[in-house]
């Protein structure tokens, strides 16, 4: 592969990264409204909300390649299970530690993609 080439593989894992990361942090927001929802009692957008951080959970499952990405995959599909139950709880019985519980998890997850777009960035040739 050439240095072109290689240069525009690795911008395109880095897009991919930077648009994971995107996702991670509209759940993360969604959640954070999600729980001022139900401190003002406002529990109909709490769960529009809530909704719409399960939303993205999901897709990001959805989209793991269980085939290629083995053991990772495997347990990003088991956190990304952990998250969409803790969100389920949290809706039905308005439940702020199951939303910090989820939030977390997913803080974590943001974490490892972060150190992961600074090492893809890394590998990028100076002057390419």
Same mark, same amino acid.
């Given at each position: 592969? @050439? !240095?072109?080439n290689y240069?525009k593989?690795?911008?395109? +894992? #880095?897009?991919?990264v930077?648009?994971?990361?995107?996702?991670y942090?509209g759940?993360?927001?969604h959640i954070?409204?999600?729980?001022?929802?139900i401190?003002?009692? @406002? !529990?109909?957008?709490?769960?529009?909300?809530i909704?719409k +951080? #399960?939303l993205?959970?999901?897709e990001?499952s959805n989209v793991l390649d269980?085939?290629?990405?083995?053991?990772?995959s495997a347990?990003?599909?088991?956190l990304y299970d952990?998250i969409?139950?803790?969100?389920?709880y949290a809706n039905?019985?308005?439940?702020?530690n199951?939303?910090?519980?989820a939030e977390k998890?997913?803080?974590t997850?943001k974490?490892?993609?972060?150190?992961?777009?600074k090492?893809v960035?890394?590998q990028?040739?100076?002057?390419v």
């Amino acid at each position: 592969m @050439d !240095i072109s080439n290689y240069r525009k593989t690795v911008l395109a +894992a #880095t897009d991919r990264v930077q648009i994971i990361l995107m996702l991670y942090e509209g759940t993360l927001n969604h959640i954070k409204i999600a729980k001022q929802k139900i401190e003002r009692g @406002d !529990i109909l957008s709490k769960g529009s909300h809530i909704g719409k +951080a #399960t939303l993205i959970v999901s897709e990001l499952s959805n989209v793991l390649d269980m085939e290629q990405g083995g053991e990772i995959s495997a347990n990003l599909r088991n956190l990304y299970d952990f998250i969409l139950q803790r969100l389920l709880y949290a809706n039905l019985n308005n439940d702020m530690n199951a939303l910090e519980e989820a939030e977390k998890v997913i803080d974590t997850i943001k974490d490892g993609w972060k150190e992961m777009m600074k090492e893809v960035r890394q590998q990028v040739p100076a002057g390419v």
